[in-house]
């Protein structure tokens, strides 16, 4: 029996009579298109009768029949207007809301009410305050602000040299560089031990951008080539040095540091935008260093620049004061663009990105844009099956450039890859959907694809996916000769002409908008999946269960951290000790109720892991944490008499302190010795009611739950970020919705930093919300 279906039959089999009449209404239609730029929806009458009525249905193109894959031309074709992926240096007009149109206007008569000296009464600051956006009028126009004032940007500190002692040295010999090049050498010095410093391709490119400013300033007092006879190690172990002051420093002496720094960048935290204080959200100028980068990023180890004011664009209300820049230095240029909601824009140096200082995530504009991005996901919803039903039918499209796009679709749409698109030679080799080349696409049949590339951030995008059996045999077309490695599989297609075919579906819907869409419809039907029961922790635990696959969906990986064993032994510690405690308490029920002892033995048995040897390490750490927290309080306890003008203890009274509070360790030993004696079955008795200690029992039994719940809930997650997905791709609506539903705290769900950016979803949003 033959495996196409009556769909795959060529269109040149099929009656002449049904060929010829179908023919000519596609020519009619399609008259006014060149062979590639067809839409799938026909602008005819109906199709500009439903654009200008939003609600209404799209008129549908008639539907054509496929051919085989025979028909369809592979040749490669060299794309016109393709997305080169960079930045142009022009700035977007952001979706947002006039605050001026927003806030009502609020008057108040002359005498009427006591103000201040700004001219506000009490009622007016609070409303200033808890200006809630959401529940204004919302305008869809291009102006973001009326008026608009701010200090600027912070750069950082300029450079201090190192002490005359600490220098690198060169072939076993100290050398004497230029403090640019000193600078750029302590970067490296600085992070000598850390995975970064011993990867070969951060080293190359440190050490190619360190001659190069060491050349331009001058050179050293020898001769630099090779990397491999620098020598770093001094200044590694000066900041080091460093790093332990810092860290030993009293709390006095950090709170008076904080201080400081919260008294410089005072200023410019905040910002005036329609009368109406905001916070500003990224004002410091990141300082110089070596770029890091994710993933396996080809320009690891190269220097970043210090930014200077000449490359700073300030965004400023035009009566508003300029603010000054450093003194000798001018800005770049100062704009009075109130179409933007950008305060200051810079680029920098390694991937010519464009940098912008926006306001604070919990301030109107953030939430505007959030709030509108996620509305829009939650708008797909309303032609998501139109939009399926066309590209799936489109998939055996006689045209080339047609069937590629209901390709790529389907694979933006059901593996949520990014649309993707060109890379310079310079650029990380970075690809998505629409940038897979011949290599990235290999084959398990009957219909498993096996995608391997890197993702963005250089990630690494690994999955073997069993498709519909129309994309696994288009995908095999695309890869036909004459294509070979290197070759782009959708040679028709860019981002940028699959986003203007997807707004005849929905004006602004773009392949960026499937990945949000996906992500919280996913969460929506996890979270219905989650019982109304048990405790809090149980339930949080099937939340990051419903996070994590949406993590999954949206490739959001992270490499398991150095510290993740370490964290894991100390749960798993933490558990035993608990157990432990458990079991000393069993003792003592079985000393009250020696008949109960006899007729449940099973209940007073010790854990199996619960080893002699076992019990001693757990006794050790108990005695040393209690030592710790006893010379940690006494001397906690010093310095704050010091910062509360009292007389501080001499170094003498301290120990004496000390020495006397440690007594009570001293006490708990003996009585752990004494215990001993008795393999535990003899503890000292604490408590003389056998149904206290029955209480005692149960909540060290939840304790123990909920510790080894944290334990599987920190397992499962160690290579998959969470929070990625949660911050941008979920409705954080949905995450209200699961809090009031299932009664758990919302500060379990999201960070006070969270909580404010959210503070939007949080008070619209209620236990019957649905995405």
């Not at 602008?43 to 939003?54: I, L, P």
């Not at 707004?503 to 996890?526: C, E, H, I, W």
């Not at 798993?572 to 069993?586: A, P």
Request: charged share 35%; with cysteine; aromatic share 8%.
């Amino acid at each position: 029996m033959s495996d196409s279906s009556d769909d795959d039959i060529p269109l040149s089999k099929r009656s002449q009579q049904e060929s010829r009449k179908r023919k000519l209404k596609v020519e009619k239609e399609e008259s006014d298109f060149s062979d590639d730029e067809v839409p799938l929806k026909i602008r005819g009458k109906k199709a500009a009768a439903a654009a200008k009525n939003k609600s209404a249905p799209v008129a549908k193109k008639p539907k054509a029949e496929p051919s085989d894959d025979s028909h369809v031309s592979t040749a490669p074709v060299k794309k016109n207007g393709a997305s080169n992926g960079k930045a142009n240096g022009k700035v977007k007009a952001e979706n947002g809301t006039a605050g001026a149109k927003s806030a009502k206007k609020r008057e108040t008569k002359k005498g009427a009410t006591p103000v201040d000296e700004d001219g506000k009464t009490e009622q007016e600051k609070e409303e200033e305050e808890a200006y809630k956006w959401w529940e204004a009028e919302q305008n869809d126009g291009t102006v973001k602000w009326t008026t608009l004032s701010h200090k600027g940007v912070l750069f950082p500190p300029p450079y201090e040299p190192l002490p005359k002692h600490v220098k690198m040295k060169y072939d076993g010999k100290p050398v004497d560089l230029p403090v640019a090049a000193e600078e750029v050498a302590g970067f490296f010095g600085a992070m000598l031990e850390s995975d970064h410093a011993k990867n070969p391709v951060f080293q190359k490119n440190f050490f190619n951008d360190f001659k190069a400013v060491l050349k331009k300033a001058g050179g050293a007092n020898v001769a630099i080539e090779s990397f491999e006879k620098c020598d770093f190690t001094d200044m590694f172990n000066y900041f080091e040095e460093k790093r332990l002051e810092k860290k030993n420093m009293s709390a006095a002496e950090k709170k008076r540091i904080k201080a400081e720094k919260d008294k410089i960048e005072e200023e410019y935290k905040v910002c005036y935008l329609d009368g109406r204080k905001e916070v500003v959200g990224n004002f410091r100028i990141e300082p110089p260093g070596l770029f890091r980068g994710r993933g396996s990023h080809p320009k690891t180890g190269k220097l970043k620049s210090r930014v200077m004011p000449e490359q700073v664009t300030i965004n400023i209300g035009a009566e508003a004061e300029v603010p000054k820049p450093p003194e000798g230095h001018e800005w770049a240029e100062v704009k009075h663009d109130n179409t933007v909601s950008w305060l200051a824009t810079w680029k920098e140096n390694i991937n010519g990105a464009t940098k912008y200082v926006f306001l604070a995530a919990n301030s109107s504009l953030k939430g505007m844009s959030d709030f509108k991005k996620f509305e829009k996901a939650r708008q797909l919803k309303n032609h998501i099956d139109d939009i399926r039903q066309d590209y799936r039918r489109e998939l055996k499209d006689e045209k080339m450039v047609n069937r590629q796009r209901a390709t790529a679709m389907y694979l933006i749409d059901v593996l949520a890859l990014r649309a993707g698109g060109e890379k310079g030679e310079d650029e990380a080799d970075t690809v998505g959907c629409c940038s897979l080349r011949y290599e990235h696409v290999t084959f398990k049949p009957p219909n498993i694809v096996v995608f391997d590339f890197l993702g963005k951030d250089s990630i690494r995008f690994y999955q073997e996916v069993k498709v519909d059996h129309q994309v696994y045999k288009n995908l095999k077309l695309f890869k036909r000769p004459p294509k070979r490695e290197g070759d782009e599989l959708f040679d028709r297609l860019d981002p940028p002409s699959l986003n203007k075919h997807l707004q005849n579906y929905m004006p602004g819907l773009t392949a960026k908008v499937f990945r949000t869409y996906n992500a919280s419809k996913t969460m929506q039907d996890q979270l219905g999946k989650i019982p109304n029961k048990g405790t809090v922790n149980e339930k949080m635990v099937a939340f990051n269960a419903a996070n994590r696959a949406v993590a999954i969906l949206c490739n959001h990986q992270r490499t398991v951290s150095k510290s993740h064993e370490q964290s894991v032994g100390k749960i798993e510690d933490k558990i035993l000790e608990i157990k432990f405690q458990r079991y000393r308490l069993k003792m003592q029920l079985a000393q009250l109720e020696p008949a109960r002892k006899k007729k449940d033995p099973a209940y007073f048995e010790r854990d199996a892991e619960l080893t002699d040897e076992v019990i001693d390490k757990i006794i050790d750490n108990i005695l040393t944490r209690e030592r710790e927290k006893i010379v940690k309080k006494v001397q906690r306890d010093n310095e704050k008499r010091a910062a509360e003008g009292e007389t501080k203890l001499s170094e003498k009274e301290v120990e004496k302190e000390t020495k006397e509070k440690l007594k009570a360790v001293s006490e708990l030993e003996a009585v752990y010795a004494k215990e001993k004696k008795s393999s535990f079955k003899m503890p000292e008795v604490t408590v003389s009611s056998a149904e206290k200690v029955e209480q005692q029992i149960e909540k060290l039994n939840e304790r123990i739950t909920n510790t080894t719940l944290q334990l599987k809930d920190k397992e499962d997650n160690s290579t998959v970020a969470l929070t990625t997905s949660k911050i941008n791709y979920i409705d954080p609506r949905l995450t209200v919705m699961f809090s009031k539903k299932y009664s758990v705290p919302i500060e379990k769900l999201f960070s006070k930093t969270l909580r404010e950016k959210f503070k939007w979803a949080i008070e619209s949003a209620d236990e019957k919300w649905v995405f």
